[in-house]
């Protein structure tokens, strides 16, 4: 890589914090496993310039959480206990109401690339008038938050908004059930199971989907009313100290920009790191192709700032977990550039990760998001991704 575009691409991002563009964001460049860039610009906490971010800073992952999940679930389906193609009502008896149209066509893998029919704006208007409705839920299982124990139960009978492998309909709630799928199948917490199958031996020491209290002054926390501090159903924003309790499996990670590089690398050695075999071959493969086809439509139900909307764009751009930045992507997120073969995620709120198994490079946005971007993109992180693959030069 060349070390001059390296210098540049350092001056760029710093100045995206002068300019105001965004007051904290960390950055890591990695090549053939090799890190040529790591640094953190701005302030740990909002109104406090005493605390200087740290490149080991702690971010909330929000989104970028989804890809840990996805390949916690093929951790299973390694073991022979997840089937893909198996309704996931398999594993999620309380849902299995047979008057839902469809319900059964829906596999765990149509809640591995989204396309189960859930639409989580609807699907939360079904669960508040559930809950008007219910007087008394069975209690949560062991190891499963009490939150998400209700909302599973309250969900029961909901319908689906489209019938499942006709469109990518963007679930948290999906998410959310398989983190406790993992759970179910495996007998242990969701946390504790990520945690011993991939945080460990990726050496991924501060990965978190349950943040111990004595780790939590070293988080980036935002100025209220950023995007991502928006109280909703399971939490009252991301800074909220219940988030740190949750670890649900859609957005409850918290983690660093040198362990997000570990798994991603670990993606890019086809499932190896550190002498072992994480993930088999063939569910790398699996997770970071395209399931989707080009012509199903791919949207995300949102709801902010009271107002509820969807942002649709061109399908076919997802695998299990990991958005993938081939051709004819048009997701804002992708800086355009990079390889027909790259994949990562993106983070509502200002987390952004990608690897490039053909140019051999990894690149971690960690940011705070100032301002909300209509179609989810995280502020600058398209021309940082660009400003990486130019600075490539063999």
Not at 113 to 138: K, M, N, V, W, Y
Not at 246 to 273: E, K, V
Not at 277 to 282: E, G, H, P, T, V
Not at 356 to 376: A, K, N, Q
Request: net charge neutral; proline share 7%; glycine share 10%.
């Amino acid at each position: 890589m060349d070390p001059v575009r390296i210098g540049r691409l350092r001056d760029l991002v710093g100045g995206w914090v002068t300019s105001g563009d965004t007051p904290s964001v960390v950055v890591l460049v990695a090549r053939r496993g090799v890190v040529v860039m790591h640094e953190a610009f701005g302030v740990l906490r909002h109104g406090d310039p005493t605390l200087t971010l740290k490149p080991d800073s702690l971010f909330p992952l929000t989104s970028c959480s989804k890809p840990i999940t996805a390949a916690a679930v093929m951790c299973l389906v390694d073991d022979g206990l997840i089937g893909l193609n198996r309704p996931f009502i398999d594993y999620v008896p309380e849902l299995d109401v047979s008057d839902v149209e469809w319900l059964a066509e829906a596999r765990v893998a149509d809640l591995l690339c989204h396309t189960s029919g859930f639409d989580d704006l609807l699907l939360g208007d079904f669960i508040a008038a559930a809950a008007q409705r219910s007087s008394e839920l069975p209690p949560a299982a062991p190891g499963q938050h009490p939150m998400l124990n209700q909302r599973i139960r309250l969900a029961a009978g909901a319908p689906l908004a489209r019938r499942p492998g006709t469109a990518m309909l963007y679930s948290n709630f999906g998410y959310n059930l398989l983190g406790d799928i993992v759970r179910r199948v495996s007998g242990v917490p969701f946390w504790q199971f990520v945690r011993s199958r991939l945080f460990e031996p990726l050496g991924m020491r501060d990965s978190y989907f349950v943040l111990p209290p004595e780790l939590r002054e070293r988080r980036v926390y935002r100025a209220p009313g950023m995007p991502a501090t928006e109280p909703n159903p399971m939490h009252r924003g991301i800074d909220s100290p219940e988030i740190h309790e949750l670890g649900i499996g859609a957005g409850g990670a918290a983690s660093t920009a040198p362990d997000l590089a570990a798994f991603l690398q670990m993606l890019l050695n086809r499932g190896s790191y550190g002498g072992r075999q994480i993930l088999s071959r063939a569910s790398v493969a699996a997770m970071t192709r395209h399931q989707i086809g080009d012509s199903i439509p791919a949207i995300m139900p949102l709801f902010r700032n009271g107002k509820r909307f969807y942002v649709e764009f061109q399908g076919g751009g997802y695998g299990y977990g990991l958005f993938i930045f081939g051709e004819g992507d048009r997701f804002r997120a992708n800086g355009s550039v990079a390889s027909l073969s790259a994949f990562g995620h993106v983070g509502y709120g200002g987390a952004y990760m990608w690897a490039d198994p053909e140019r051999e490079v990894v690149g971690i946005y960690l940011s705070v998001s100032p301002r909300f971007i209509r179609d989810l993109a995280v502020i600058n992180s398209d021309l940082f991704q660009n400003a990486v693959n130019a600075a490539i030069i063999d």
